[in-house]
Nanobody, 128 residues
């Protein structure tokens, strides 16, 4: 089974930072647009950040704009989500999804989309 793997979650105090990783095994992320989502029980999955396969296009949800940054390191076959100034409202399971594309500007923010791969997610808890 081919699946990206998220890591870097954990417990952090409000105002703290975490860096999540989305790493691929068995395929290269160079040709994939990557999206980060988060989900809280009882609520729909929310698009957080996306990055195009080229890395040249990124989008942020209003709720995280200015605090979260997405980036990719193709040499490490990994996409990162740097999360700063974390708030309790950011507590959720964070997952990454990959879309293979030849369109270098593709950047998808909705989960209502057919992704090629989904990770299992990593828990982020922001609490004192």
């Amino acid at each position: 089974q081919l699946q990206p793997v998220e890591s870097g979650g954990g417990l952090v105090q409000p105002g703290g930072s975490l860096r999540l990783s989305c790493a691929a095994s068995g395929f290269t992320l160079d040709y994939y647009a990557i999206s980060w989502f988060r989900q809280v029980p009882g609520k729909e999955r929310e698009g957080v950040e996306c990055i195009s396969s080229s890395g040249g296009i990124t989008k942020s949800a209003d709720s995280v704009k200015g605090r979260f940054t997405i980036s990719r390191d193709n040499a490490k076959n990994t996409v990162y989500l740097q999360m700063n100034s974390l708030k309790p409202e950011d507590t959720a399971i964070y997952s990454c999804a990959a879309t293979r594309t030849t369109v270098q500007a593709l950047c998808v923010m909705t989960y209502r989309y057919v992704y090629d791969y989904w990770g299992q997610g990593t828990q982020v808890t922001v609490s004192s």
